[in-house]
């Protein structure tokens, strides 16, 4: 039985990015600009040049920082990336289907906020809180989980698009119940 103020867990899908299982999209889908984050220029929808072309992984991962992309160690997909690929696409790819490129980046680009977001309400669900934040919390994961998902559309539905866009509203009502860290 959930303790006063606590409910049972949504169930959510994959919120860790598992680089293994995606394309790499984050390394096409997202421009790079020349700056302190990332050492060179790239523009939307192309494949970042130290991706190697045999596979998806880095030919610099190991050197990322010193290389000056920190932008990459900072990304993390929450899991989008391997749901892209996986479940969206199932496992077909940009390499295996070039078309392919600016439909599964575009995907990643509608499903990483939507991860995002619940991974903030993963946190608050942590949380103890007065039932009606509950309540509002357990409607805004259950439908921001899109469980049965395997198109793009059933994301962009405007039920799962208005709960995306509430969710900065809804956080900061959570200030009062969040307890310091020390």
Known sequence: MPLPGKSAQI????????????AALCCVA???QEDEDFAILKETDHP???LSQSCFSC???ANLNTRGFGGCIAYS???AGQRVTEVLFQGETWRDDPDLLP???YALRVLRPIHEALLILQEAAALTLPDEL?????????TLAVRDGTSIWDFEEPEVQD???QVPEFVPRLAPYVVPRG
């Open 59 to 61: 030919t610099i991962h």
């Open 48 to 50: 970042c040049p130290n």
């Open 30 to 32: 997202y421009p790079f």
């Open 103 to 105: 439909h599964m980046t």
């Open 77 to 79: 997909c929450a899991g």
């Open 134 to 142: 509950r309540a509002q919390l357990a409607r805004l994961s259950e």
């Open 11 to 22: 169930d959510l899908p994959e919120l860790t990015a598992d680089c293994s299982r995606c």
């Open 163 to 165: 709960a995306l866009a």
